[in-house]
């Protein structure tokens, strides 16, 4: 399997521009999660989806930041308009998750944000 | 709610030497127990994991053990190399209905050799 894509890797971008971050979970999964990772604040889960719907946004910053699922394939975090404080990674992860079962995450390799 | 405290780094040894990162949690009911290591650049992949207590997860020559009357999950190697380097995560999660990764604000390794 090849893993967790996320695109593009790398995004340099101007504050008040939209940006749009791009993931897709591993086949068969049927959970998706976005995080954040600063040096101030660590990993922050920001919203995770199950079956495509949205489970737990609570950790969204704020209505500029919005998150989609319309298939199993595939899930886009936008941020609009863009701000310097939004510079981090940002990770997607899936998982396949069962009943009663422990869920393992796996990471894609993330986005590089850097807002001027 | 859920929490989890790991020892602060960096955490800097020579290559050979022994390793324990200092892992202890706060849960509801009964969690799985993981560490994850994320490499310079990189995402972060499981290490190891361990789902009841007295389990013993092991990967790569890296062990922890889910202590329940400690509330820890430690991680141990007996034998760093150069290429150990990296921040290592450990997370919980509790298996009731929706329930998400909690996790602790990573402890980075330097290895030296």
């Known amino acids: 399997d090849a893993g967790v894509i996320q695109s593009p890797r790398h995004e340099v971008t101007e504050m008040g521009q939209e940006v749009t971050l791009r993931c897709k979970p591993i086949s068969g999964h049927n959970s998706l999660f976005w995080y954040r990772q600063t040096m101030m604040r660590g990993l922050e889960l920001l919203i995770y989806f199950n079956n495509n719907v949205p489970i737990d946004d609570s950790g969204m910053p704020e209505d500029r930041f919005s998150a989609k699922m319309p298939n199993a394939s595939f899930s886009t975090l936008k941020i609009q308009p863009s701000e310097p404080r939004d510079s981090a990674v940002y990770f997607c992860?899936?998982?396949?998750?069962?009943?009663?079962?422990?869920?393992?995450?796996?990471f894609g390799p993330g986005t590089r944000l850097l807002v001027l | 709610g859920d929490s989890v405290t790991q020892m602060e780094g960096p955490v800097t040894l020579s290559e050979e030497a022994f390793l324990t990162i200092n892992c202890t949690y706060t849960?509801?009911?009964?969690?799985?127990l993981f560490w994850y290591v994320q490499y310079p650049g990189e995402g972060l992949q499981l290490l190891l994991k361990?789902?009841?207590?007295?389990d013993k997860g092991s990967n790569k020559g890296f062990e922890a053990t889910y202590r329940k009357e400690t509330t820890s999950f430690h991680l141990e190697k007996g034998s760093v190399q150069v290429s150990d380097s990296a921040v290592y995560f450990c997370?919980?999660?509790?298996?009731?209905?929706?329930?998400?990764?909690?996790f602790g604000k990573g402890t980075m390794l330097l290895v030296s050799p």
């Open positions: 849960a509801t009911g009964y969690p799985s």
């Open positions: 361990a789902t009841k207590a007295d």
């Open positions: 997370a919980l999660i509790t298996n009731s209905g929706y329930s998400t990764l909690t």
């Open positions: 992860a899936s998982s396949l998750a069962l009943a009663g079962d422990s869920e393992t995450q796996y």
